[in-house]
């Protein structure tokens, strides 16, 4: 009896390898109507799902657009979607799984830099290529990335000298503690120091960490203008939350807060606060006015789109132009060579690849937030900036 | 002199969370021995009402907080009779069941309400200053509300019947059922109200803290930490644990950072551990 | 002692999933065969965890700290290959630490991986079970410190990396010669199958015996001269010593290693595999691993969120129903229809 059990274990486990193994099937028809296979890598779960989900509905958005005007000459774009639960080991796995066995053209998505980081090595060996939608620390190029979001000189460099002008000359630098806000902050002290600002105090605390009472207490004795922050996620929540039950009287400046993020930490601990990105909500122009009731029409989880939203959207539109151009779409190296100088027509502005590093020529916004927690432009940068990485 | 005022009060407002969140904790393995690694998620399920009912529903602040004790008890009412019980006499199990419904937890709130924090006001704004230290309001009522729970608890457990028949069973469960204690509905009631205990500590961090599917797991290992400080089934000992955490944390957080207080709180633990293995507080038990 | 019925069923499973984990590079596709021997080294990480908990009655939720330490030590070995490595430079760090330069050379590298951990795991012991701390507040503790280990390692930066961890590594290289994919395989197939003997050797052995014992009933050996704290930790550290050896191999398998990998998730990630597959014979661990790590790797795409919440469900279940896991309910089924067959011929 036990030999018989045994011999179907046997041939169930093979079974199951082997089916695993070749569980991917091509997908059939002519040349001429076959979809366009793109991956789209985002997680939906963990640590960082929170801003994931945004940059997914964004892309989600653009190739639905894309497709609903008639696709690449024809042809469909197929986003085959790989979860890597804000793990950046897994990134690189799901990325290997979409470069290898889907064969897709270009890889979409990561949220983190860890993430960008794992991904890098693998689109680097396989020859393929990353859209990354998030705004980052910069210092990096590779041929095989199009950075879409904002870099320091594109956000910080400008916020900084706009805060000096117009907000005060003393500043109070805090962020978590990891890469993002450490670099973030070095170059903030620069900017102040070439523009006759001050640092009067600079506070790390542990990714996630919600208890701020000490620092705090430390902000109020050092009596700062500005409270310079990078804090992200739950942090940043909490953060906003006790520097209103504290009362301090200095404004935060924030790089990463959205309209997301306001709704959590609600208009009274919000108001009058600044924020500087790419993209608010609020923009007014009709290609955003269009954009945001299409997002309130097909996202329906009651958000509005944010800086992440629009980075997903932007990436997936340049993805599309890039598709377009390319006289083979299905050829990633002939994709990533119609990335040079690319020029799109987004809700944030007309924006365009950096054809030396990659990167994208975005605009730059800061807003106030009043009181009832909305977001007004106070500021857009003339003309799309240069990214300097 | 001022900073370190500072520090303190700061310490005593984190101190009293703690306690408040590892309170219903210590009940429930002080009577069971049980210990839930769905504590966290009990936390959650307050701030959670808490968002509910004075953001969806419109009530008060206080009203919020009942409703969160009553909806974590309750869930802490189904926890015991769907599981904890059908595992008596096997902790290990028991612990591990309860990682269970703490990942079941979190997903079903994360798929209700996504993953972004949710907005609770706070209910007594304001501050006032000493010198150069700032204390808000709710600060002061945090600590004063975690106060007045711990006396009503002890209350609770000296003075009333009940209380009477939990110490029974804690000191001698055949020996209590013997006498005609029901300890199965001692036992539901106990993790209902050291349930109701959590939920209400989930409550009072909604305002000043994020409220989000996951924020169950740094109040998890800061009661585990009070708690083994303390001797597991102490009230007293808790408090002073908390204390000793909090402040600690505070302490050292105003010269190095978290991490390293951290880590000092936890190698304490290790030598109290090791010389005093029962807890700094517990009685001498066999 | 050997009758054909008392020869485990787990036996005939092990035989069939070491076949089946053989001879899949045969099969597999590039990606799956690359995923697969990451899951390899997942095994004799399982198996670690088995030696503490289904050996030892131990429930260990903070291993992925011993992981860590191993797999810390390694990457920090190969990023400091050719000087001082990139996350160290931004944060001012102008030669490689002393400490560093001792454990470059791959070999004291291995070996670091493999004593550290141990050593860890020995002193805990040393603190945790001559006190007798045992049962639920070993696993409270153990928690706390994968917690506070994972906060460590990210306030660490320039040491660590920090938050986004030490990347970008080279693979496998055995003798300066680096190994393509399906060598690597099945090197790390090779050392999962040692691990799996000695693991097996082990607890067939006195020490598995006396082990087992003082998890059935600690007094009653204590009474025989085994000291229980002795034979406790001696088998944490010999499970220290394994999963810093999984630690080591995971990082050049999979290119980096970041605070993920060393906290609560990946801890308490591996107890469910363990609970799940069912855990004190091996097979469990194994089966168990597999199971949960392919399986998820298939479905978390499509669930998302609903994953998590059917993994929830199934350790409820598993705990409820089949306290055994799956290959431990497998064996007392298939050992109550031998026994009742045997009762029927008697008769």
């Known amino acids: ?389 | 002199m001022d900073s370190v005022l500072a520090l303190l009060l700061n310490g005593l407002n984190s101190s009293a969370l703690i306690l408040m969140a590892a309170l219903g904790m210590v009940i429930i393995c002080g009577l069971m021995g049980v210990i839930n690694l769905a504590h966290g998620e009990l936390i959650m399920v307050g701030a959670y009402t808490a968002y509910c009912a004075t953001q969806l529903l419109g009530l008060n602040f206080a009203a919020a907080m009942a409703l969160a004790f009553a909806a974590a008890a309750l869930a802490g009412i189904l926890m015991e009779v769907l599981v904890v019980r059908r595992l008596a006499g096997r902790p290990a199990e028991t612990m591990l069941a309860t990682f269970g419904i703490s990942v079941l937890l979190q997903q079903l709130v994360n798929i209700i309400f996504g993953a972004q924090s949710q907005y609770v006001a706070i209910p007594i704004k304001g501050n006032f200053s000493i010198g150069k230290v700032v204390v808000p309001y709710y600060n002061i009522f945090t600590v004063c509300f975690v106060a007045a729970v711990m006396a009503g608890t002890v209350l609770l457990m000296k003075k009333t019947k009940f209380g009477r028949r939990v110490r029974a069973i804690t000191q001698n469960r055949d020996m209590a059922e013997c006498l005609g204690i029901d300890s199965a509905r001692v036992d539901t009631v106990t993790f209902a109200f050291g349930s109701g205990l959590a939920g209400l500590a989930g409550a009072l961090a909604a305002p000043v803290k994020s409220v989000s599917p996951f924020m169950g797991g740094p109040y998890l290992v800061n009661s585990f930490m009070t708690s083994v400080v303390g001797g597991i089934a102490s009230f007293f000992g808790t408090a002073v644990g908390s204390l000793m955490v909090g402040e600690s944390t505070a302490l050292l957080g105003g010269v190095s950072n978290d991490v390293t207080a951290n880590i000092l709180v936890f190698l304490m633990i290790i030598a109290v551990i090791r010389f005093k293995p029962e807890g700094l507080f517990a009685k001498e038990r066999r | 002692m050997r009758r054909l019925a008392e020869i485990p069923v787990n036996r005939y499973l092990d035989f069939a999933l070491f076949l089946a984990l053989g001879l899949f590079p045969l099969f597999g596709s590039l990606f799956y065969t690359q995923l697969l021997e990451k899951y390899l080294v997942f095994l004799i990480f399982a198996f670690s965890l088995d030696l503490v908990w289904g050996y030892a009655g131990l429930m260990d939720l903070g291993h992925a700290v011993l992981f860590g330490l191993g797999g810390y030590t390694m990457a920090l070995s190969l990023s400091a290959q050719e000087g001082v490595p990139e996350f160290m430079a931004r944060y001012g760090v102008k030669q490689v630490p002393l400490w560093l330069q001792w454990i470059v050379p791959q070999p004291a590298a291995v070996l670091v991986c493999i004593l550290l951990p141990a050593l860890l795991a020995g002193l805990l012991g040393r603190f945790l079970f001559y006190s007798r701390v045992g049962g639920v507040f070993f696993s409270v503790i153990t928690l706390a410190l994968a917690e506070i280990f994972s906060l460590f390692i990210q306030s660490q930066q320039e040491y660590t990396g920090g938050f986004n961890g030490i990347g970008g590594l080279p693979g496998l290289s055995l003798f300066g010669h680096s190994l393509s994919l399906a060598e690597g395989y099945y090197f790390v197939f090779l050392m999962v199958l040692l691990v799996y003997i000695f693991c097996r050797a082990l607890m067939t052995s006195r020490f598995g015996l006396v082990l087992r014992g003082i998890r059935e009933n600690e007094t009653r050996l204590e009474f025989l001269g085994y000291g229980q704290a002795r034979f406790k930790t001696a088998a944490f550290a010999l499970s220290g010593a394994l999963a810093g050896f999984a630690g080591a191999l995971y990082v050049p398998v999979n290119g980096m290693i970041a605070p993920n990998d060393v906290g609560m998730e990946f801890s308490t990630a591996a107890v469910v595999w363990l609970a799940i597959g069912g855990r004190g014979n091996l097979t469990g661990a194994a089966l168990g691993t597999l199971l949960v790590n392919v399986l998820g790797n298939a479905l978390s795409e499509h669930f998302g969120a609903y994953w998590q919440l059917l993994l929830g469900a199934a350790l409820l279940a598993v705990v409820l129903f089949f306290p055994n896991g799956i290959v431990g309910s497998l064996q007392l089924a298939v050992r109550g229809r031998t026994v009742r067959k045997g009762a029927a011929r008697r008769e």
Request: glycine letters at 8%; aromatic letters at 8%; a positive charge.
């Open chain 1, 1 to 389: 009896m036990e030999k018989k059990l045994c011999v179907f274990l046997v041939c169930a486990v093979l079974s199951a390898c082997t089916l695993t193994g070749c569980g991917h099937n091509a997908s059939g028809g002519s040349e001429k109507d076959r979809p366009i296979k793109i991956g789209v890598l985002y997680s939906l779960s963990g640590v960082t799902s929170v801003s994931e989900k945004q940059l997914y509905d964004g892309t989600k958005m653009a190739i639905q657009k894309i497709n609903e005007n008639g696709g690449i000459h024809g042809r469909k774009i197929e986003t085959v979607f790989a979860d890597y639960a804000s793990d950046p080991a897994k990134a690189a796995d799901k990325a290997r799984k979409l470069i290898l066995d889907e064969k897709v053209t270009a890889i979409i998505g990561t949220c983190s830099s860890s993430a960008r980081k794992a991904v890098k090595p693998v689109v680097e060996s396989y020859h393929s290529l990353l859209i990354y939608p998030q705004s980052y620390e910069g210092q990096e190029q590779s041929k095989n990335i199009i950075y879409v979001g904002c870099i320091p000189n594109q956000q910080a460099e400008i916020f900084v000298k706009w805060l000096l002008k117009n907000a005060g000359k003393k500043f109070f630098l805090i962020g978590c503690d990891f890469v993002y806000p450490q670099v973030e902050n070095k170059l903030a002290k620069e900017y102040l120091a070439a523009g006759g600002g001050s640092v009067v105090g600079e506070e790390y605390v542990p990714y996630g960490s919600t208890d701020f009472s000490s620092v705090l207490n430390k902000i109020k004795s050092s009596n700062p203008d500005i409270v310079y922050s990078e804090l992200t996620g739950d942090s940043n929540v909490a953060f906003y939350k006790q520097y209103h039950a504290y009362g301090l009287k200095a404004t935060i400046a924030s790089l990463t807060t959205n309209e997301t993020v306001l709704k959590s930490i609600g208009a009274d601990a919000g108001k009058n606060s600044f924020i500087c990105v790419d993209y608010f909500k609020n923009v007014e122009n009709p290609i955003n006015q269009t954009f945001v009731k299409k997002y309130a029409e097909t996202i329906k989880d009651g958000t509005v789109p944010t800086y992440a939203a629009m980075g997903g959207y932007n990436g997936g539109l340049f993805l599309g132009e890039a598709l377009r151009k390319a006289k083979d779409p299905e050829n990633t190296q002939q994709v990533a060579e119609a990335f040079r100088e690319l020029q799109i027509d987004s809700p944030s502005g007309k924006i365009s690849i950096d054809g030396k590093n990659n990167h994208t020529r975005l605009y730059c916004r800061i807003g106030k937030v009043d009181e009832k927690g909305e977001i007004h432009v106070i500021f857009t940068s003339e003309k799309p900036i240069d990214p300097k990485p």
